[in-house]
């Protein structure tokens, strides 16, 4: 059996995957250019700047001398825009049946995201009290698909990589799993999510054991 469990926070526990849709399509208008729901997928999980620099090149304008802090600050202004309105009713559902059946069953859990907007939304969604440890993005420096942030809430949860399961949306999240030597259950739709072990449309679908 597993000991630990570890989320993904965009996508799994709350629908904020589509706020940063949103906001990234916004900027790429503002810019002269759009991108599909398919190109999308790839920005999944992965961190700010790194998603900053996806949706440039697909518009074809890595070269046009941009300063990219700044258009990724407006990104994230548009972003929590959208974030301030959510509330307890935001989180996803079976998301937080799943996490008191988890906690009953002695299973420690860790938040596990590239975000650096986590705590907010944790704090926003009244999540914050579930886990025994939150890894975001101002704590690691490898974005996913890299392993870093699973092994540091492996780590802080005192768990072998073998003993946790992770929860998944974005196939760089599944392939991060997997390059730490972790189970990975994929959340959505199973053609993005090649590799997991299991693939479930959401936490509502999954049962403890
Ligand atoms: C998560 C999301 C990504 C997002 C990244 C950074 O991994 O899946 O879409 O780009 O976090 O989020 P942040 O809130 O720090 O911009
Ligand atoms: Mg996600």
Redesign the pocket.
Known sequence: GKEAFIF????VLVD??TF??RA?RRLANELGFDFSMQQNEL??????M??LEQVLTWGRMQQAGLDKEHL?EK??AW?LELVERMGPDDVLPGVLAFLRAAKATGIRTALG??????RL?LDRTGLQGYFDAVI??NAVVL??PHPEVFLRAAEALGAAPDACLVFE??Q??IDAAKAAGMSAVGIGSGTALQRADLVVAGLADLKID
């Open positions: 993904d926070l965009d996508g904020t995957a940063h849709y990234w920005l999944k999980g992965v961190s700010r790194q998603s990724a990104k994230n972003y995201s590239a975000s650096k907007n986590a939304i975001d993005g974005s996913k949306d974005a760089a999240g």
